[in-house]
């Protein structure tokens, strides 16, 4: 019986609670625009408006941090009911994913699967601008939530 309650409890561990799923879509949605436009900004305030005049090359340089969002935030719980409508737990759960996602988009980035490079500083401003939009929204969303 022990035993059997012991699984019981591992099972319900592993399995992410999400009460209300369109909420966590929307969630989800808010933190790819959050992402989007850190990037934007970045290729705006290197390039200018000439940097959307080629739409493609902007979203091939917007998508590898879009694409390293997703995983890490799962597996952090972002989307879990108690992570969004509670502000403490949204920025400590939103913080590891968000490390985790600009390190995985910058990989990409760097990979010979998107064109271009990043000299060694440019991970750490991804990463902070990232982490300072992400957290922004993210705390007054659970705070409105709350």
Do not use: C, K
């Amino acid at each position: 019986m022990a035993r059997q309650s012991a699984q019981t409890r591992t099972t319900n561990r592993l399995r992410p609670a999400i009460g209300d799923p369109r909420r966590a879509l929307a969630f989800a949605a808010g933190d790819l625009l959050a992402i989007g436009a850190v990037v934007g900004w970045g290729l705006y305030s290197h390039h200018g408006a000439a940097a959307f005049a080629t739409p493609i090359d902007s979203f091939m340089t917007v998508l590898p941090f879009l694409l390293g969002w997703p995983i890490p935030a799962v597996l952090a719980g972002v989307y879990e009911d108690g992570v969004i409508g509670d502000p403490i737990a949204a920025a400590r759960y939103v913080t590891v994913a968000g490390i985790a996602a600009a390190n995985l988009g910058l990989i990409l980035r760097t990979s010979p699967l998107f064109e271009g490079s990043a000299a060694w500083p440019f991970g750490l401003v991804v990463t902070g601008s990232t982490l300072v939009v992400l957290l922004g929204w993210r705390v007054v969303a659970a705070t409105l939530l709350d």
